[in-house]
């Protein structure tokens, strides 16, 4: 499956090289981008999203693929040129960007998917250096489980660095934990009432 968003940021980068034939297959991208809005606001089911895509969606991109094209055979358009990278990774990545289209189960970008890893990315950075070795675990229970980030947040207010909710207990019994020991929270030291 291809992304869409990640075609349209390399178009968006080239924007300012290229503004006028950026400008158009951003505008073509765009007009993808409504069509799934529109589908999102109906909440759309998959048969019909693939219905409204083959009517609708499929001849904007094909017009896009033949731009696309056209453009990356222009000697004036050079390969090392922003727009040269932009439109060589559209050609690579053609077969998964139509995924989408003859598939209504299929969103037409993976920002969903990545929006729900990116706290994790960033996290596995964050907590490489963050203390003991059980310190990282328990801040990644802490930031992970729905039910112990307001938990968890309380507790930080409150300056004792124990959880306040039952629902953060089971997260962080681990085989071998003491159950009577306040959680690790080095960063707590300083906050006041």
Known sequence: MGCHAHVRRKFFEAKDQ?????????????QLYRIEKELRQQRAGPALREAIRASQSRPIHQRFRRA???LARRRSILPQSLLG????YALNQWEPLTVYLGDGRVEIDNNSTENAIRPTK???????FIGRGEAGGTTAILTFTPSSRSSSM????????????PGVGHALDQPGANRSRKMSMPFTTGIRR
Do not use: F, H, T
């Open 18 to 30: 290229s503004p006028e034939l950026s400008g158009r297959l951003l505008n073509q991208i765009g």
């Open 68 to 70: 696309v094209d056209l």
């Open 85 to 88: 990278k932009a439109l060589r």
């Open 122 to 128: 960033l996290g596995a950075k964050n907590w490489m």
């Open 154 to 165: 309380r507790a930080l207010a409150r300056g004792d660095g124990e959880a306040v909710e």
